[in-house]
């Protein structure tokens, strides 16, 4: 199927040695927040003050990014006077990772001490109340990919074996945001996401049936993020940034070039946003 | 060194290529019980697919497991007598590597077949259905692993993905033929088992029409490298979950043996008036 080889099982040992490895690169930096940006959003990363960058090809166990857009480096550092580790880059399950390796990092963040995790994507519109650009606080999730990183053994000493993922997002974290969107007059939607493997966008059927699941956006990554913090006990912020509305919601095709494209329009509003919520959490 | 996806395109493109003298336009995967339509193919080259590098083999029963390259209503055809299925234990990338040797022929048209099970209620055995659109409810993906730009985009749209004006045309040609055709949507599921009520009751919910094994992941494969898809199913046996008889694959076979003939005039029309 793929043609990345597992280099580790992505087990604790493997986890162990990429958090040694980056705690090394600290100089005693204790970060706090992690944050995962996805398609089009890695710019956010060059805001981070006083940044140490680590690109994954020299972390240990640590699998390599390849998808275009996505540069595939850690950017630790200061926003908004937070320490900060965001995640320029992420592992996607359509790359051909096996779904542990896509989940793996959240994991790392945790043995280097990380309580908080916003996880961002890009994501198409299923809710037809929904705009091309607009930004949307993730209440909850639908994993419809088949498959999650908790299979196999459990790493008990970061989580339990059977994790609760019925409050994954936190509400805590939700009221910050929403406070956060109408202090800076940006209008934030709110909704499910659901994770689909990709690569290929969805078909209208395919999007009527999100929809009928009780989806508000469809995409291609984060969930697996998420059930690795659930699992281990970080607190999750998600936001989708909806770059197109889903196939059948618009008649237009779907190209990732229109993601891209759209993310540039809306930067700044994004950034704004998860920098308030940065300063305020 | 084992070579990459697109090394075993180009050797098992090279070896079809050496036995044949035409070009083929058309591609046809012929499902379950259709099989022998390939033998109407005119000037036939056959070859088993045990002898193309890096061809998977197939296995299950009533699938023969040739290419047949010849002539159909004056086009240059190539069929797949016997297509791989994802049940069988292939992986999706092994079940629609015949569609990337297509392409890599120079295919530009895909007339894809199956058997199915209709699960809406003013489908019946023996209908045929245009394809419109699909679920995919395999729980994988053909596309997942390395991208080869050569192919096709990372992120290609599904928008479209059985080609309006193919529709069209067969209804027409059905028309013309005065075979009776519905249009429906196609949810693919792992199998090989049949359905349980419950499950199928799910399937209905999603909005499907029909229940099958197969098809989308060729269907996946061909509009990532911009080939236009025609999908026809044959319905064998009713998929409705509140009027439900238990199934055998020996009757599956006998509802498509008998449907065969009119699918048979149905494609073989649709092929003459490609453009």
């Known amino acids: ?65 390849t998808v275009e857009g996505h540069a595939g480096r850690f950017v630790i550092g200061q926003l908004e006077g937070r320490n900060v580790l965001v995640m320029q880059g992420r592992f996607h399950y359509y790359e051909g990772y096996p779904i542990k390796a896509t989940a793996m990092p959240v994991w790392v963040m945790k043995k280097l001490g990380i309580s908080i995790l916003v996880v961002t994507n890009a994501a198409g519109g299923v809710n037809a109340g929904f705009e091309q650009g607009d930004l949307m606080l993730i209440t909850d999730h ?11 053994p459990n790493i008990a000493e970061l989580g339990p074996r059977f994790p609760d993922t019925s409050q994954a997002y936190s509400a805590r974290l939700q009221t910050v945001a929403r406070s956060v969107s109408t202090t800076q007059g940006i ?36 969930v697996p993020e998420v ?8 607190e999750v912020l998600g936001i989708s940034f909806i770059s197109n509305l889903a196939a059948g919601i618009s008649d237009k095709a779907l190209s990732h070039a229109e993601v891209v494209e759209t993310m540039d329009i809306v930067k700044d509003k994004f950034i704004r946003l998860v920098r308030g919520i940065v300063q305020e959490m | ?33 259709l099989g022998g339509f390939a033998d109407e193919i005119e000037d036939a080259v056959k070859i ?25 209503q004056g086009k240059n055809v190539i069929a797949l007598q016997g297509r791989f299925h994802y049940y069988e234990g292939y992986s999706l990338e092994q079940v629609t590597f015949p569609v990337r040797v297509f392409k890599a022929l120079g295919v530009s048209t895909m007339i894809v077949t199956n058997a199915c099970g209709g699960i809406t209620q003013s489908l019946h055995p023996g209908d045929l259905m245009f394809i419109t659109d699909h679920i995919n409810f395999i729980g994988d993906n053909p596309l997942i692993g390395k991208n080869f730009n050569e192919l096709g985009p990372r992120f290609p749209d599904m928008s479209t993905a059985y080609d309006k004006g193919l529709i ?34 799910m399937v209905k919910g999603f909005g499907s029409d029909t229940i099958g094994m197969s098809t989308v992941p060729e269907t996946i494969v061909a509009v990532h490298m911009g080939m236009k898809v025609l999908g026809i199913s044959c319905i064998t046996d009713m998929a ?36």
């Not at chain 2, 036995?19 to 995967?29: F, K, N, Q, S, V």
């Not at chain 2, 697919?49 to 497991?65: M, W």
């Not at chain 2, 979950?241 to 694959?249: I, R, T």
């Open chain 2, 168 to 201: 069209t045309l067969g209804k027409q040609v059905a028309a013309e033929l005065n075979i009776d055709t519905k249009e429906g949507i196609y949810t693919a599921v792992s199998g090989p088992y049949y359905y349980s009520k419950a499950e199928l009751r």
């Open chain 1, 142 to 152: 639908i994993n419809f990919a088949f498959n999650n990183p908790l299979m196999g």
């Open chain 1, 1 to 65: 199927m793929s043609a990345i080889a597992a280099s580790t099982d992505y087990g604790i040992e493997a986890i162990q040695a990429a958090a040694d490895y980056i705690q090394s690169k600290l100089k005693g930096l204790q970060p706090e927040i992690g944050l995962i940006l996805g398609s089009g959003m890695g710019l956010l990363a060059d805001l981070v003050e006083n940044p140490i960058h680590i690109h994954y090809s020299e972390i240990p166990g640590f699998p390599v990014s």
């Open chain 2, 1 to 33: 060194m084992e070579l990459n996806l697109l090394q075993k395109i180009n050797a098992a493109a090279e070896f079809i290529r050496s036995r044949i003298t035409i070009a083929p336009e058309i591609g046809l995967i012929l499902g379950s019980g």
């Open chain 2, 240 to 275: 409705d979950p509140d009027n439900l008889v238990p199934l055998e694959h020996a009757h599956v076979v006998a509802v498509a043996n008998e449907a065969r003939p009119k699918f048979i005039r149905l494609v073989a029309g649709i092929i003459q008036k490609l453009p």
């Open chain 1, 227 to 234: 059930h690795a913090a659930a699992h281990c006990g970080i």
């Open chain 2, 48 to 72: 088993d697919y045990q002898d193309i590098p890096h061809f998977p083999l197939s296995t299950v029963e009533g699938h023969a497991g040739k290419l047949v390259i010849g002539k159909l």
């Open chain 1, 187 to 222: 209008h934030l939607q709110e909704g499910v996401y659901q994770f689909n493997t990709g690569p290929c966008y969805e078909t209208p059927a395919e999007v009527r049936l999100a929809k009928h699941l009780g989806a508000d956006a469809v995409g291609m990554s984060t």
